[in-house]
């Protein structure tokens, strides 16, 4: 991953500050912070990476922003998130305890997910207090869900959600429709996704060697197989998985290990979505 997109390196809480965070994700494009904050005044004199901001919790404070001499307040609303531009200064208030997850991205983050070079006017990145986005929550609260269950796929189903976010910003105009059907991206994918289905895989790794963007890649990849990349490679991790357990040799963690899964509840989540039962319950049944 490129030093100007390594999400490990993405954080909006200084080392003195770690203690308020509940939690943290990161996948290939972004990384999130999950954290409760009591009331507090910050001065921020701007980072290099965007910044949305979801609130949780059924009671929120009054919060507000002071961006290039303009002032926002607003009361958080379930489908409303807060965004911080790249690159913006300014000055973010709140009366009370905040609990909330803080997604982040470079900029050129949304290039790779999308396949464009977008300059600072193409996309919908503007700061503000609240901006109602009931889509956009809905999928940080997807990537929040998968970060709790300790991303058990490792990045792959953050990456396909960080690309839906991508698309949200920028007009569909702007994307295209891209290619379609089984055509040659399509091949060379299923290609590299079979030669390294024991090792680890991510969205963005995978569109680059059908040289393409993991957007375009998305929509070509369901219109020819009907599921998503991320489905897909669960989907066949799991059907690897029936032929190793055959090998009464191999532990369930090995074979999960062999078959390319990260963790082993990874391992059972997918087996059980594919065949209906437990991994210890299909060996049985295969070693009858």
């Avoid at 390196?9 to 954290?35: F, K, N, T």
């Avoid at 009366?95 to 996309?123: K, N, Q």
């Avoid at 289905?197 to 929509?219: C, K, N, W, Y």
Wanted: hydrophobic share 45%.
């Amino acid at each position: 991953m490129p030093m100007d997109l390594a999400p490990a390196a993405l954080s909006r809480i200084p080392p003195s500050m770690q203690h308020v965070v509940l939690r943290r994700g990161q996948w290939s494009l972004c990384a999130m912070e999950h954290s409760r904050i009591d009331a507090i005044r910050i001065d921020d004199p701007g980072a290099p990476f965007h910044h949305l901001s979801l609130p949780l919790g059924a009671r929120l404070p009054r919060m507000g922003m002071q961006v290039d001499g303009r002032r926002q307040r607003a009361n958080p609303v379930p489908g409303g998130i807060g965004v911080i531009e790249a690159h913006v200064a300014g000055v973010s208030w709140w009366d009370g305890t905040l609990e909330s997850a803080c997604f982040y991205f470079m900029p050129r983050a949304l290039d790779v997910a999308l396949g464009l070079e977008l300059d600072e006017d193409a996309h919908d990145l503007r700061s503000t207090v609240e901006r109602h986005a009931p889509v956009v929550a809905h999928l940080l609260r997807v990537l929040l869900a998968d970060a709790a269950a300790g991303q058990p796929h490792g990045a792959l189903v953050g990456d396909a959600v960080f690309t839906a976010i991508a698309a949200q910003f920028v007009p569909e105009k702007r994307i295209g429709t891209g290619p379609s059907g089984r055509d040659w991206r399509v091949r060379r994918a299923l290609e590299y996704i079979h030669t390294h289905l024991s090792e680890r895989l991510s969205i963005p790794a995978i569109a680059d060697a059908a040289a393409t963007s993991p957007f375009h890649l998305g929509r070509a990849f369901r219109a020819a197989l009907g599921c998503s990349i991320w489905q897909y490679v669960l989907r066949e991790r799991a059907r690897r998985s029936m032929v190793l357990m055959k090998e009464s040799a191999l532990s369930l963690a090995q074979v999960a290990q062999l078959s390319g899964f990260e963790t082993y509840a990874g391992f059972i989540a997918a087996v059980r979505r594919e065949f209906g039962a437990a991994p210890a319950q299909l060996r049985a049944a295969v070693a009858r």
